[in-house]
């Protein structure tokens, strides 16, 4: 496990990466409309027809994935870091491997869900 | 003209034929508000007690000798001044470190770790002297400037939790000095050292908690340098993956 960790660190890296593009800057801004403004009226939400056709285009499919699985990445990771750091538990024990193994299963739901669409 | 203010210095002592453990000792001194901690920790081996050890040498920030915790922090004691702490400082060896003796630790495992970034400009054909210089811009210059300030002074390894946890880690200052190289124009050696940064314990094991260069005293940044070096590693292994001899050019 731990070697396949080794091999496969850039990998989650750039997903931690990019999830942390994704979580703090695209859903902060996703949360904001669609949970808080849309709901109070602030902003105008969008017709069922219309949120369906606009999440169900290619674009709309591929935005919805990275907004889904890549924070899912950004959280493992950020768990796993900090149980080292404040927790001082072992880099490559279960806890990597079951933070991963979250990740990459609401990866897979996120995109049959999306595929489904 | 009233007395100078006194402080009182509580320092870690430790003599490795007595002790088991290390154990604290404490000062009452008068302090001249101009002094540097480091000033109070010499008048003290000086006038009061000759027996403490410490390292410093060029009082000016430039030879990184006179690292020690101070209430708890790693700081560069020839840069920061008594009156910036209260009637009670306690300097202790930097953290992260095997003690030798009272305030002076062991830091060869911390050299060692230089050598494995390979922290010299590698060509892949070495020019010849009427080749002349290879001249650099200064933009090209500015890519790498920064990164080569370090003093080699270990504070950063003592605010490390990454290196707390696991000894064996590259750590801030050996990889930010492997990053220098990585982006100097004249360096030809960014694939063997991206090799080198794609192992174990080295910059995936980073968790950019930036404590490093939060206590740098030169202003290295090196959290910038192991996250850009991470960038790069993963840029090479994926390049790498595309065009498979890429590596070994």
Known sequence: ?117 | MSDPPKKTFVITRFDPDVDEVPKTQSYEIAVDPDWKVLDAVNYIKDEVDGTLSHRWSCRMAVCGSCGMMVNGEPRLTCKDSVSQYGDTVEITPLSNFPVIRDLVVEMDGFMDKFKKVKPWIIRAKELAAEDGPVRQSPEELEEFKQFSMCINCMLCYSACPVVSNEPEFLGPAAIALGHRYNVDSRDEGASERNAIFRGEGTVFSCSFANECSEVCPKNVDPAAAVNQAKFNAVIDWATGLVLPSGEKE
């Open chain 1, 1 to 117: 496990m731990k070697q396949f960790l080794l091999k496969v660190e850039p990998v989650i890296w750039l997903l931690f990466g990019q999830g942390i593009m994704i979580g703090t800057m695209l859903l902060t801004g996703w949360v904001l409309v669609m949970g808080v403004l849309a709901p109070l009226g602030v902003v105008d939400s969008l017709s069922y027809e219309h949120a369906h056709g606009l999440a169900s285009s290619l674009i709309g499919r591929v935005v919805l994935v990275a907004l889904i699985a890549l924070p899912l990445w950004k959280g493992a990771h950020h768990i796993r870091s900090l149980s080292i750091d404040f927790g001082g538990a072992d880099r490559d024990t279960e806890l990597a491997t079951f933070l991963y193994g979250i990740a990459s299963v609401g990866s897979l739901l996120a995109i049959v869900a999306v595929v489904r669409l």
